[in-house]
Each structure stands twice: as C-alpha cells, then as structure tokens.
C-alpha cells in the first residue's frame, strides 16, 4: 500500500506568500521561481520539484471549484484572501514543468487621495476623474499586465454614489469596492456536474437585464466587447480595463475584439459606437520606480471614425504627469 503523501501547506512558497512586500510568485516547477516585490522582478532560491507543484496546485485550488487536469490544464481562481492564482499544466505544459502564478492581494490604494500621495497621478488628474464618475462618464482603463489597472478600478468606484445600482462582470474575482447596490458575477467553466459554461459574454447580457447604472467589465479581451458596447450604447455609464500598448491602442483593441463576435459585425460600426459610448480612457503604466498613470484622453464622439479622433488631456513628461489639453485645466474638460 502507498503512503499518501503528507500535506505540503505550501513549503516554501507558503513562507513568500506570507512576505507582505510580495505581489506576485512565479513557480515554474522544477527550476526557478520569481517574486515580485514593489514592482520589480528578481529570482529567488527557491526551487519546488515537479510533484511538491502538483500538490500545492491541488491545495490552492481547493474550496475554490475550479480543478486543473487533463481537460482543463488552464485555470485562473480567487483564492479566499483575495490573491488571484493562475496554473498552466500538462498537456500545455511540458509534463514537469507546471507552472503557478499567483497575484497576491496587496492593498496598495484605498482611492484616489491614496494614489494622489502615492504620485500614481496629481490631484488636478484625481479631480478630473473623480468629477468624471460623478457624472456619469464611461472610463476605459488601459495598460499591461501589472500596471494597476484594477486598483485603479477599485479607486474610482469608491467615487460611486451609493444611489447608483453597480453590476461587475469578470472572469475571477478581483474588483473589491463596497456598495450597497452592488451585483458581483464570474465566469464558470464547464462544471464536473455537466454544468453549461458561462462566459463573459453571457455575464454583460445578464448584466444589462439586471438595469444597472454601471456595468464594470474585469478585463475586455474578447467578443463580449461587442455585448458591453451595446450595452453602454443602451444608456448605462460602463467602467472597463484592456490589455494594451497606449490609450489610443486601447479603442483599436476594442474594435478588434467587437470583429470577433461575428461575422455581421462592421468595423465602422464599432468605431461609430465605441466613440460615442467612451468618454474617457486612462492609461497606466508599469516601471521600475513602480505604477503610474501615464496618459488620461478624452474621446470626442465621431460619425465617420477612419482613425480615432482623441483629446489628450494629462501626459507624463520627464516623471511628471501634467495638462496637455487645450485651454485651461478644469475638472469637466473631459467633456470636450
């Protein structure tokens, strides 16, 4: 009879997941790991054998409902601190080398005044996006992996009026904002029980029946841009993050992603729409000195959109974040 192996509680990894420095752990089975600590990656001497990874992927994945095999070697999951774990395995990965991301949550910024004394923006900036959710504006979030885009989510919906009725669509877990008028809905896989998958496309649809005043969208990389669009064009304000080069890059993403929801989609379509519908898009940025907002721009809305027409509004120069939009700095110049 096999000895069943004893509980691994983490080992190692467990140690780095208690540091409270540390963002991120990156666990490639059997060679390295990294750490990130203060936005800065570095390799540390810790190395877990490809059976120890097995095992702690079972743990962390457990109570969680997700599961990583054969059939699903792929699986992102909240773990019940708030953390975010992504595990990549076999047959994706080679058989011993499965790899385990995991995004802790750190509480970096509670809101906007947090990111003002953080210099992540200034307070004119602050102003501006703060006066922008008040009124209703719909907010494009762009930047790569990291940057700090759903912190920068979380910081602007503390700006919502607790009249407002808020619905989020993602694909885990992650946007952390207290409302009372709040709706929260993930993706599920295919379930072990039969149970039918549910997309991101099928949360903005549901969300849309639930009459929010803003449906949040986790990250758009897909066709349920198309849904979230029509649902902004609908007559709801939207909050959004995107994965992308600049935030002029971000509005061709959007229009790329809407292509893939058919073949009945035109592209002046979505642009028409995606320009009418978003009033703003912030891009963040990720360095060695740690997460800025890089660029706030204003998207005036276009009836014939060959190239997005944009307002540049604030650009980080030399470290610096400041007003490059045309006449005076104010509050409401997001309106154009």
């Known amino acids: 009879m096999t000895a069943t192996p004893a509980p691994v509680r983490f080992g190692h990894v467990g140690e780095l997941l208690k540091d409270?420095?540390?963002?991120?752990?990156?666990?490639?089975?059997?060679?390295?790991?990294?750490?990130?600590?203060?936005?800065?990656?570095?390799?540390?001497?810790?190395?877990?054998?490809?059976?120890?990874?097995?095992?702690?992927?079972?743990?962390?994945?457990?109570?969680?409902?997700?599961?990583?095999?054969?059939?699903?070697?792929?699986?992102?999951?909240?773990?019940?601190?708030?953390?975010?774990?992504h595990i990549t395995g076999p047959p994706v990965t080679h058989p011993d080398r499965m790899n385990i991301q995991i995004r802790k949550f750190v509480v970096t910024a509670a809101d906007l005044t947090d990111l003002v004394e953080r210099e992540t923006l200034t307070h004119s900036a602050a102003k501006l996006l703060r006066h922008a959710v008040h009124n209703d504006a719909t907010i494009l979030i762009a930047g790569a992996p990291g940057a700090g885009k759903t912190t920068l989510v979380n910081c602007l919906l503390r700006e919502v009026s607790p009249q407002r009725r808020v619905v989020t669509c993602e694909e885990v877990f992650e946007i952390e904002a207290d409302l009372p008028d709040m709706t929260q809905m993930q993706t599920r896989e295919v379930g072990l029980d039969g149970?039918?998958?549910?997309?991101?496309?099928?949360l903005v649809?549901?969300?849309?029946?639930?009459?929010?005043?803003?449906?949040?969208?986790?990250?758009?990389?897909?066709?349920?841009?198309?849904?979230?669009?029509?649902?902004?064009?609908?007559?709801?304000?939207?909050?959004?993050?995107?994965?992308?080069?600049?935030?002029?890059?971000?509005?061709?993403?959007?229009?790329?992603?809407?292509?893939?929801?058919?073949?009945?989609?035109?592209?002046?379509?979505?642009?028409?729409?995606?320009?009418?519908?978003?009033?703003?898009?912030?891009?963040v940025k990720r360095t060695s000195n740690g997460r800025y907002i890089h660029e706030i721009l204003a998207v005036p809305e276009q009836l014939d959109v060959d190239v997005f027409t944009v307002a540049p509004l604030y650009r980080r120069r030399d470290g610096a974040l400041g007003w490059v939009g045309n006449g005076p700095e104010a509050p409401d110049s997001w309106r154009g």
Request: glycine share 8%; aromatic share 2%; charged share 25%.
């Open 20 to 85: 409270p420095l540390i963002e991120e752990i990156i666990v490639i089975g059997g060679e390295r790991t990294f750490i990130v600590r203060n936005g800065i990656k570095e390799l540390v001497s810790v190395v877990v054998d490809a059976a120890t990874v097995r095992r702690i992927a079972d743990q962390l994945l457990a109570g969680t409902g997700r599961r990583v095999d054969v059939a699903s070697p792929i699986v992102s999951a909240q773990l019940p601190d708030g953390s975010r774990v």
């Open 195 to 202: 149970g039918a998958e549910i997309t991101l496309r099928d």
């Open 205 to 283: 649809r549901e969300a849309l029946r639930q009459r929010p005043d803003r449906i949040v969208v986790g990250e758009v990389r897909g066709p349920e841009a198309l849904d979230m669009l029509l649902a902004l064009n609908a007559g709801c304000s939207g909050l959004a993050t995107i994965h992308a080069n600049s935030a002029h890059d971000s509005l061709e993403k959007l229009v790329s992603y809407g292509v893939l929801a058919g073949d009945n989609i035109s592209v002046p379509f979505l642009r028409r729409t995606v320009s009418s519908v978003i009033d703003l898009v912030v891009y």
